[in-house]
Structures are given as C-alpha cells and as structure tokens.
T-cell receptor, first 111, second 113 residues
C-alpha cells in the first residue's frame, strides 16, 4: 500500500463546476499536511496547509480527518486557470524527517 | 518567485558518470530537501538537510549523497548514473519556524543516456 494515495485522474470539468479531491495516508504519526499545485513542466507550489479545523482560502477548502487518515480539497466555481495537477503532501517527523507526495490528480477545466 | 534557485537547469550525462546538482535556499531558510520526480509521478523524497546535517532520508541508494553548506545552500551528488536516474530533480527550502512549508526551485532536468 502506498503511504499517500490520491484519486486517480484525470478530472475533466466545465468552468463553474465544483470538484473534490481525496487523499489518504497510511502513517498515523504523520504531522503536517498540505496541498500543492503543479503546472505542466513547472515546480510544485504551495496551495494551502491542511488543518483538522478546516482551512478555506477563497474558492478552495481543505479538510483533515485524522481519525480516518483522510485529506480533502474542494474547489468551487472552477476557472480555466485551475487546470493543473494537485498533489497531496504529508510530513512525518519520527525516525528522521520525511515528506511523502501523492502521485497527483490532474484537473482539466474546460470552457 | 520562491527565491530558491537550482543549477544547472538541464543536464545530459551518460551511464556510469557522476553528477552534482546545486541549490540555493530562500533567505532565512535553514532546511533543504531534495526530490526526484519522474514523468507522470509525484516527487519522491531523497533526503533533507537541516543546519548542515542529514535530517531524514527516503528510499534511495547510497550513491545518492548530499551536502549542506554554512550558508544553507546544498548539493546533490549522484554517482554511477543509471538510465532510471533520468528525471526532474527538485530542491525545496523551508524554515522550522514556518510549519516546514517547502518552497521549490524550478528543478534540474537530468537525462542519462
């Protein structure tokens, strides 16, 4: 089983749609959680941190459920510019620091 | 821009050669992490350096090694290159005062022929 698993993509949605991405992690000792966005042939860029209390930034909402070891990202009112790969990221600090990226979910937003 | 710079941007090597990749971290950051990203996959954690010491390592063989300098810049060295080492190598810097949020450089694209 992979340490971080994401929805297999791609997601193809029309502009204005709401889309949700899911991510699960296997190590209960994981400490911090993030969503990154990666455009084609570019570096990953931080989209938002994820907290148990939920985190909202404009059209983006992220949620962490520690009991279920589950992370989500919701994008409302999708824009063409949201087309990218979304990466779920988990940091583990026990036995030496380690960061695990999911394989990413590709999103295509169409006009 | 993140302020993290990597060099070179592209590199072509042959199997068996050695390569050194370089990374300058963002001002104020004391931690550098290195990743390997193959096409169509997420970045794979190679190792992290914190204040010049290796602070964590992923599942990469010993021929992948690194250094961090007093100014917190870093090098990734790969010996005995294999064809499967062809990938985008990403460096990320972070600060222990900022939740370990990582800021990435644009990467070095390595091709091994």
């Amino acid at each position: 089983r992979k340490e971080v698993e994401q929805d297999p993509g791609p997601f193809n949605v029309p502009e204005g749609a709401t889309v949700a991405f899911n991510c699960t992690y296997s190590n209960s000792a994981s400490q911090s959680f993030f969503w990154y966005r990666q455009d084609c042939r570019k570096e990953p860029k931080l989209l938002m941190s994820v907290y148990s209390s939920g985190n909202e930034d404009g059209r983006f909402t992220a949620q962490l459920n520690r009991a279920s070891q589950y992370i989500s990202l919701l994008i409302r009112d999708s824009k063409l510019s949201d087309s990218a790969t979304y990466l779920c990221v988990v940091n583990m600090g026990t036995g030496g620091f380690k960061t695990i990226f999911g394989a990413g979910t590709r999103l295509f937003v169409k006009a | 821009e993140t302020g993290v710079t990597q060099s070179p941007t592209h590199l072509i090597k042959t199997r068996g050669q050695q390569v050194t990749l370089r990374c300058s971290s963002q001002s104020g950051h004391n931690t550098v992490s290195w990743y390997q990203q193959a096409l169509g996959q997420g970045p794979q954690f190679i190792f992290q350096y914190y204040r010049e010491e290796e602070n964590g390592r992923g599942n990469f063989p010993p021929r992948f090694s690194g250094l961090q300098f007093p100014n917190y810049s870093s090098e990734l060295n790969v010996n005995a290159l294999e064809l499967d080492d062809s990938a985008l190598y990403l460096c990320a810097s972070s600060s222990d005062r900022e939740e370990n949020i990582q800021y990435f450089g644009a990467g070095t694209r390595l091709s091994v022929l």
